[in-house]
């Protein structure tokens, strides 16, 4: 069963801490995803790569930056977690420029900064 | 970003029932649409897409309508179940990369 695996389920962080959320796919995808949900404004993209070593801002990077050195793994990093940025993340990945290149999503990481 | 919105934000009905979810966008140049679930807990799951070219499409018990002219897209669940209970998203590819933007979401409740 092919998948996207986020590590850590929940995570309780101090403000301050530096956070690491890591993603594996086990689907050989380009493409590689990191979102973050919140009630009232669904998901919003915060970082995305394309290939080995390369990465784009989504619409809301401020605060964050990400680490893709292979494939199959693309991390999240809060470099100084603060409060408002407690919240669920997701992690998906697709296929590039398929015809059809649907997202597939893995379970989610909720973080919770205090 | 995209502007993508659901005219609901929940919605209840009866098992048994169809449900239609909808869903608006703004970016007439979008050409792939997709339709997610996410249950409880769990990250949100494919159900179904479809292209610009097409006005309808169907899945098992499930129907996606298309309508570019008032940049419309629905989702229509026949003989709704338990087990459909959950948060229902669109998502348009806006046809300049890989990326989607996603809409605020649906939650959908069944009563058994």
């Known amino acids: 069963d092919v998948k996207v695996t986020q590590s850590s389920r929940y995570l309780v962080k101090r403000t301050g801490e530096k956070v690491f959320l890591e993603c594996v796919q086990d689907?050989?995808?380009?493409?590689m995803f990191w979102y973050r949900q919140d009630p009232g404004l669904g998901l919003r993209l915060i970082y995305f790569?394309?290939?080995?070593?390369?990465?784009e801002k989504g619409d809301i990077p401020e605060g964050y930056s990400v680490s893709r050195e292979k494939k199959e793994r693309f991390s999240l990093i809060l470099e100084s977690a603060s409060t408002n940025q407690t919240s669920m993340y997701l992690c998906?990945?697709?296929?590039?420029?398929?015809?059809?290149?649907?997202?597939?999503f893995g379970a989610g990481s909720r973080l919770t900064v205090l | 970003g995209e502007s993508v919105g659901l005219h609901l934000p929940t919605l209840s009905v009866q098992e048994g029932d169809n449900s239609i979810i909808n869903c608006a966008y703004s970016?007439?140049?979008?050409?792939?649409f997709i339709w997610y679930k996410q249950e409880s807990g769990k990250g949100p799951q494919f159900i179904i897409d479809?292209?610009?070219?097409?006005d309808k499409r169907q899945g098992q018990r499930v129907t996606v309508l298309l309508n570019k002219t008032v940049k419309h897209l629905s989702l229509q669940i026949a003989a709704t179940q338990p087990g459909d209970s959950a948060v229902y998203f669109c998502?348009?590819?806006?046809?300049?990369?890989?990326?989607?933007?996603f809409g605020t979401g649906t939650s959908l409740t069944v009563i058994p």
């Open positions: 998906a990945s697709s296929r590039h420029n398929s015809g059809a290149n649907v997202l597939t």
């Open positions: 689907m050989d995808h380009e493409n």
């Open positions: 790569s394309y290939d080995v070593k390369m990465k």
């Open positions: 970016n007439s140049a979008s050409d792939y």
């Open positions: 479809i292209r610009s070219n097409m």
């Open positions: 998502a348009e590819n806006p046809n300049t990369g890989n990326q989607f933007y």
